[in-house]
C-alpha cells in the first residue's frame, strides 16, 4: 500500500506495479545502484526513484506519516494495525519497516515478514493482504490473509536454540510386493489396514527381502506383511511380527477381521 501511493503520487503506471514491487524486493540482494538502474529501465524518473527509495528507508510510522500525509489509506491502516497489537499485547512483536515489499503483485493491502529476534537467519515467513486473489482462479473475491514459509529457517533456527526434537521413525506396518505384478495386491493390503488406522509403509519397488528386513529394522516396524505369488494365487497374505517374531499366514477373504482383532 505504502508502495502503491507513492507511485501514485509520481504517476507511474498501475501496469508496472508488480514490476516494481520485483525490483524492490531485491533490495537486500543487490545494491541501491543496480535497484537505481532497473527502476530508470521500467521508465521511473529519478525523481520518483529517489523518493521511493527514501521512503523504504523508513523504520517509524510517524516518520512515515510525515513524508506521504495522515489522509492515506496506507498510513491510515498501518496506524490501525500498531493501535489493535498494541491492545491485543503483542506489540512489541512487531516494528514498521517500508522496505518490506513482497515480489508479488497480489497483495492489496499491508505485508509483512518474520524474522528471528537477532536478526541472523533469512526471513522465516512472509505473507499479507490480499483481496482479490481468489478471482484470479475463478471464484469470488473475498478479503483474506495469508502467508507462507519453508523448512529450512525454521529447522537452522530450531538447531540453533536445541529446540529441535529427536523423533524416532516407526510403522506399524510395512506391506511388501514380492513381485511387479502385485502391487495392485499389496496397495489393497495397505488400504485396508490404513482403513482402520494403521500406519503403513507401502514397498512397491522390487527389492531384494534382505532389503526389506533392514526397511523394517530401520523403521522400527513391528509388521512385515508380504504380498507373494505363490501365496496371493492361494488367497493368502504372509505376515511376520517382529515384537514376538511371530510368521503367520491368513486368508485374505479373512484378512480384514484377524488383522485387527488377533494379529499383535
Known amino acids: 500500500m505504502v508502495l502503491h501511493e507513492v507511485l501514485r503520487c509520481y504517476s507511474v503506471p498501475e501496469n508496472l506495479f508488480g514490476k516494481v514491487c520485483v525490483v524492490i524486493d531485491k533490495m537486500e540482494k543487490i545494491s541501491i545502484d543496480e535497484i537505481t538502474k532497473e527502476l530508470k529501465s521500467l521508465g521511473m524518473s529519478e525523481e520518483a526513484i529517489n523518493e521511493l527509495l527514501q521512503v523504504l528507508s523508513v523504520k517509524s510510522l510517524e516518520k512515515l506519516e510525515e513524508i506521504l500525509g495522515a489522509a492515506g489509506e496506507a498510513v491510515a491502516d498501518l496506524k ?6 498494541e491492545k491485543f499485547g503483542y506489540s512489541e512483536w512487531i516494528e514498521f519497516d517500508a522496505s518490506v515489499v513482497r515480489g508479488l503483485a497480489y497483495y492489496t493491502g499491508i505485508v509483512f515478514e518474520g524474522f528471528d529476534r537477532e536478526r541472523k537467519l533469512r526471513a522465516i515467513c512472509g505473507g499479507g493482504r490480499y483481496d482479490h486473489l481468489l478471482s484470479t482462479f475463478g471464484g469470488d473475491d473475498i478479503p483474506a490473509c495469508g502467508f507462507g514459509f519453508g523448512d529450512a529457517v525454521i529447522i537452522e533456527l530450531l538447531k540453533e536454540k536445541e529446540l529441535l526434537p529427536e523423533l524416532s521413525l516407526q510403522v506399524e506396518n510395512i506391506v511388501c510386493a514380492l513381485d511387479q505384478h502385485l502391487q495392485g495386491a499389496a496397495a489393497a493390503v495397505a488400504t485396508r489396514l490404513r482403513e482402520k488406522g494403521r500406519s ?6 522390487s527389492k531384494p527381502l534382505k532389503w526389506v528386513f533392514k526397511r523394517a529394522a530401520r ?25 514376538l517374531f511371530h510368521v503367520m499366514v491368513f486368508r485374505w477373504a479373512e484378512f480384514n477381521s484377524l488383522c485387527f482383532m488377533g494379529l499383535h
Open 80 to 85: 490501525q494495525l500498531f493501535f489493535l497489537a
Open 200 to 205: 503403513v509403509d507401502l514397498v512397491l519397488e
Open 219 to 243: 523403521t522400527n516396524a513391528q509388521r512385515l506383511i508380504l504380498v507373494g505369488n505363490s501365496e496371493w494365487e492361494k488367497e493368502l497374505v504372509y505376515t511376520r511380527t517382529f515384537i
